[in-house]
């Protein structure tokens, strides 16, 4: 082989074809690295990773990425503790949708050097000889290697090759994840940040499109909770669960219901609380949208126009709400006595969750007071919802 022909196809004389497929290939497992290892088991502690298995993740994060462990969990850990304030790392609420779509990978690194953060948020991370000696001291060795290798396999196009490699995560990860996923997209749950979910196929970006869902049940492995989504970043768990390299998998809160139960108890207040984010898409589902489209109908002048929006306007959490919409939610109160009562009833809700910290004592009370308001409201679809919640339990009994 000549020299020109080593810099024309490099060793492996690939086709075009095949360097695609490499270039998908080793993109994807660095998009698994980053779900499984160090967003779900390392930042979360939704698993506990078999040594050999963490150690070719963390390889291949600093080999293709040149990312730290520590470094990464930290500034995760801190984005979650923070979220949606002036400390968020990463946050569009507040830095804007372009800034992070744009300038995501920069405010990464920015965060990543600031000791304060990977001490605080940085703890339970790899420590050992080869994280001081090799990683760490030669963080950029790893990405120049594989620069080495692309060009020995491919040749020239080995560059370009190198180059997506280096851009799929930033531009995915902090650009995609930490902008679009808290901006645009839909919301299972009214989680108290803006975390969406902006597909309900998580493919692409190993399952984190599911953004909405992972901040509701940040602990949870898996980030799929609706039939119809699909978290390829679980299957992969499932198979290492299955092979013995991953146990201890955590997951959200799972609902049981007993309709055999006859009255509200201490076990139903106790799963109900358990599973308040589920009980309050419910509460959105079954109680507001069928007296919101009831009440369209017989809306006055000043709350036809708001109607439309009347869904959002009562579900959303209030501190997402922009300045022109907490209007917007403030005159529909005013005007309607019926959405002031589901607004009022939904409000109070929330506040019962609040007592799950307290003794079982006051959260059972503040609940029965709640299901008691609900049944004498008058409003068939809350007494309804009331009602159902008896349903709800630990699944303990039936055990």
């Known amino acids: 082989m000549t020299l020109l022909d080593f810099f024309a196809n490099g060793l492996s004389q690939a086709s075009g074809w095949q360097i695609l497929g490499y270039t998908l290939l080793t993109t994807h497992i660095s998009i698994v690295a980053v779900t499984v290892y160090l967003h779900r088991a390392m930042a979360h502690r939704a698993m506990d990773m078999h040594p050999a298995l963490a150690h070719f993740f963390r390889f291949w994060a600093w080999l293709t990425t040149a990312t730290i462990t520590k470094e990464w969990v930290s500034v995760h850990r801190k984005h979650h503790a923070k979220c949606e304030t002036e400390d968020d790392p990463h946050s569009p609420v507040v830095k804007g949708l372009k800034t992070v779509l744009l300038t995501g990978a920069e405010l990464y690194k920015k965060e990543a050097s600031n000791e304060e953060t990977t001490n605080r948020y940085g703890k339970g991370c790899p420590d050992d000889w080869l994280e001081n000696n090799l990683y760490q001291k030669y963080k950029f060795l790893g990405i120049f290697t594989l620069l080495a290798i692309n060009i020995a396999l491919f040749g020239a196009i080995g560059i370009t090759v190198w180059a997506i490699q280096m ?52 602990n949870s492995a898996k980030l799929s909770v609706k039939p119809w989504e699909f978290d390829i970043g679980w299957g992969y768990i499932r198979v290492f669960e299955k092979l013995g390299l991953v146990k201890n998998v955590r997951r959200g809160p799972v609902v049981h219901v007993d309709k055999s139960k006859l009255m509200l108890d201490k076990d139903s207040v106790l799963a109900a609380a358990n599973n308040r984010f589920q009980i309050m898409a419910k509460y959105r589902k079954r109680v507001i949208k069928p007296v919101v489209a009831e009440q369209r109908q017989a809306a006055c002048e000043t709350t036809q126009p708001l109607m439309k929006r009347a869904k959002k306007l009562l579900t959303r959490e209030q501190s997402l709400l922009s300045a022109k919409h907490q209007q917007q939610l403030q005159t529909l109160l005013e005007h309607n006595e019926m959405m002031e009562k589901l607004y009022e009833m939904k409000e109070q809700l929330q506040q019962v969750w609040k007592k799950r910290t307290s003794n079982s004592e006051e959260l059972i009370k503040a609940m029965e007071d709640w299901c008691k308001r609900a049944e004498e409201s008058g409003i068939q679809a809350l007494q309804d919802f009331a009602d159902s919640l008896k349903y709800y339990s630990t699944g303990k009994a039936a055990r």
Do not use: K, Q
């Not at 996923?181 to 692409?204: K, L, M, Q, V």
């Open 167 to 218: 851009l799929w995560m930033p531009f995915h990860a902090a650009g995609v994840i930490n902008g679009l996923g808290h901006w645009f997209g839909y919301r299972n749950f009214e989680c108290s940040d803006a975390a969406t979910n902006i597909s309900p196929i998580g493919i692409w970006i190993g399952g984190e499109e599911l953004h909405n869902n992972h901040h509701t049940y940040p």
